[in-house]
């Protein structure tokens, strides 16, 4: 049986990145030959390309040179509490600019192009489960600069065939300790008995890199996915005080927690849970992994 990828070339921005790896490594395993843009200052390795989103003839030349069939575009600021709000929205949105216009100036069009947008972009809302139908009512810079980015894009729905994606709130191994849950598993790998958190009392979304992952190659190969916009989500939402649960489990011990107001956000947005069925509709079933089982394999690793 022939992969679904086989002979097709495949374009992710931010490749070095979090999600960028694990797409990497679902594309290839699916036949695709996988280019990438990493960050300027960075060595590039086979296949990639060290260029700035901002670099609007490198972006371009990057894309004459790769001539991709498909594209994943993860490359962005994707922190919430990023202290640079004009670097969120220069690269959230004018380095994404810069992109469709290179591609809608290449010869040859790419079957589908990817966007990661945010489920941060609907804000606090009173509707229990998300779909995306719900509308955006984003608390944050980060959330702004990603509808805007949204809406740009609309711009070029006529030359290229996007598809729009708002990923809830995912880990793996690999993510940075300034995300929750990452920093919650370092403290227990390293048996530490206290832990600075901020507010306690929000409900996530939790799902496994690898499930987005297997999420964004099955969007990019199913050809009712374009033009649509999709939750990437588990359908389950957990309390901090549950994942921590879950680590105690896990670790043997229980951690004295501590709330530092200083990690306390303004704006926070308290519940975001997804509705995915849209989702599997485009892309068959989820492979959607307990969050515990998640949390063991960073752990662990």
């Not at 070095?16 to 060595?43: C, N």
């Not at 498909?70 to 004009?86: Q, R, S, Y």
């Not at 509308?135 to 065939?161: C, F, G, H, I």
């Not at 947005?269 to 892309?283: F, K, Q, Y």
Request: charged share 20%.
């Amino acid at each position: 049986m022939v992969a679904e990828g086989t002979g097709k070339r495949a374009l992710i921005t931010g490749l070095s990145g979090f999600t960028g790896l694990y797409v990497a490594q679902e594309l290839r395993a699916a036949g695709y030959q996988v280019f990438g843009t990493i960050s300027p200052g960075h060595t590039p390795g086979d296949n990639e390309f060290a260029v700035d989103l901002l670099d609007r003839a490198g972006l371009a030349d990057v894309v004459r040179q790769v001539q991709p069939d498909v594209v994943a575009h993860l490359a962005a600021i994707a922190f919430v509490a990023h202290g640079d709000v004009d670097q969120i929205y220069r690269v959230n949105v004018v380095g994404t600019r810069n992109l469709l216009e290179a591609l809608a100036a290449a010869d040859k069009k790419p079957s589908a192009v990817l966007l990661a947008s945010s489920a941060n972009i609907y804000g606090n809302t009173d509707v229990g489960v998300i779909h995306e139908d719900v509308p955006a009512a984003p608390a944050n810079d980060y959330a702004v600069s990603k509808l805007t980015m949204e809406y740009m894009a609309r711009l070029w729905q006529d030359k290229l065939p996007l598809i729009f994606v708002r990923p809830f709130n995912y880990t793996g191994i690999g993510q940075a300790e300034n995300f929750l849950l990452p920093k919650i598993v370092s403290h227990f790998r390293r048996k530490a008995a206290d832990i600075e958190l901020g507010n306690l009392h929000v409900w996530r979304d939790f799902s496994d890199v690898r499930m987005v992952a297997q999420s964004y190659r099955k969007l990019l190969a199913a050809p009712t996915a374009v033009g649509g916009t999709f939750n990437i989500c588990s359908g389950n939402a957990y309390s901090l005080g549950e994942a921590l649960d879950m680590m105690a489990d896990i670790a043997g011990y229980k951690i004295n927690v501590h709330v530092n107001p200083a990690f306390v956000r303004a704006n926070e947005v308290v519940r975001l849970v997804g509705d995915n069925r849209r989702l599997a509709e485009a892309t068959g079933p989820l492979a959607i992994v307990p969050l515990a089982d998640t949390l063991r394999w960073m752990y662990l690793a």
